[in-house]
Nanobody, 115 residues
Framework: QVQLVESGGGLVQPGGSLRLSCAAS????????MNWYRQAPGKQRELVAG???????NYTESVKGRFTISRDNAKKTVYLQMNSLKSEDTAVYYC?????????WGQGTQVTVSS
């Protein structure tokens, strides 16, 4: 059974930092493209950042230069380092795994940026 479990969300002031983690089990983690999505209230879920099995990364424009995605295949974990957080980054952040076949999703972790 595949599981993706996110952690690291919380309340942070504007300009602050958080690191999200997503621990995977039940899959061959190293071959999966891993992504972070987010969904703010009343908005569609959007892709924030992704990292391929080979380590190639991509980011949505609004987080470039502030967020960094990384992976540790030995730990079967993907990370999202978020710096210079803004109020508009407030959302539920979801971990996603893609390979052939269905996507896998975590349950989400809330990130709230507020003073």
């Amino acid at each position: 059974q595949v599981q993706l479990v996110e952690s690291g969300g919380g309340l942070v002031q504007p300009g602050g930092s958080l690191r999200l983690s997503c621990a995977a089990s039940g899959l061959i983690f190293s071959i999966y493209t891993m992504n972070w999505y987010r969904q703010a209230p009343g908005k569609q879920r959007e892709l924030v950042a992704g990292i391929t099995s080979g380590g190639r990364t991509n980011y949505t424009e609004s987080v470039k230069g502030r967020f960094t995605i990384s992976r540790d295949n030995a730990k079967k974990t993907v990370y999202l380092q978020m710096n210079s957080l803004k109020s508009e980054d407030t959302a539920v952040y979801y971990c996603n795994g893609k390979f052939r076949g269905p996507d896998y999703w975590g349950q989400g972790t809330q990130v709230t940026v507020s003073s």
